[in-house]
């Protein structure tokens, strides 16, 4: 019979000269690790991105000032949010923050935070600093459009009914500080009245007089 024909069982005859070798599936590529520290650093950066947000967005509220020096900022941000006789009660009122008046720079957070940390400060009985260094001058309060200090000035002519009296438009002109008369953390005191006896708003103190001073 010829080679070709299928054997009586159904199987195909074999090949002259033995079985034939199956042949062989590839190989796989060995697999390669993946490398996780790109995703791990990605990570990292993003929570230090939110965390900075977060951290400068607390910075800049009066809350910040004293969660950790709680003397001598206390007693101001207390009478920030709690005492309506203070001005910075009223600016609190206005949305008006602490940062806004008193600018951030780094060099003088850096020079706050050492005379803290050295306890190099004093206080008096109503817990506020004895030894101020700003002052709020027409400059202050008049930047960023806060206030316009020409319409000060026509708020208060007359003063009191009488006539060329204008706290604001003395005859010392306006060298003297806001901050002379406008006590924005504690009591303010008409100032002009160290030597005159003009009006008094209400809530606000009589200073000493020159003559009782002498």
């Known amino acids: 019979m ?4 299928i054997m009586r069982d159904g199987s195909a005859p074999e090949p002259a000269g033995g079985t034939a070798a199956a042949p062989e599936a ?3 590529a060995p697999k390669r690790p993946r490398r996780k520290w790109p995703i791990a650093v990605a990570v990292v950066a993003a929570v230090l991105v939110v965390a900075g947000a977060g951290f400068w967005t607390w910075h800049e509220q009066p809350s910040f000032c004293n969660a950790i020096c709680h003397s ?3 007693a101001y941000v207390e009478g920030y ?3 309506a006789s203070l001005s910075a009660n009223a600016h609190q009122a206005a949305n008006v923050t602490c940062l806004q008046c008193h600018e951030a720079k780094i060099e003088d957070q850096v020079h706050e935070g050492l005379v803290w940390l050295s306890g190099d400060f004093e206080t ?3 817990g506020l600093l004895t030894t101020v260094g700003v002052r709020s001058d027409e400059k ?3 930047a960023n459009g806060c206030h316009d200090f020409d319409e000060v000035v026509a708020a208060t002519e007359n003063w009191g009914g ?3 009296v204008n706290p604001h438009e003395s005859h010392q002109g306006r060298a003297i500080d806001c901050s002379n008369c406008h006590g924005v953390h504690q009591q303010s005191v008409m100032y ?3 030597c005159h006896d003009y009006e008094v708003p209400e809530g606000w103190a009589q200073p000493q007089r020159a003559a009782d001073a002498s």
């Not at 010829?2 to 024909?5: F, K, L």
Request: proline residues 8%; aromatic residues 4%.
């Open 2 to 5: 010829q080679q070709d024909e």
């Open 26 to 28: 590839p190989s796989a």
């Open 72 to 74: 001598p900022m206390d």
């Open 81 to 83: 949010y709690q005492d």
């Open 124 to 126: 008096g009985k109503d």
């Open 140 to 142: 202050m309060c008049t």
């Open 162 to 164: 009488q006539e060329g």
């Open 192 to 194: 002009c009245n160290t």
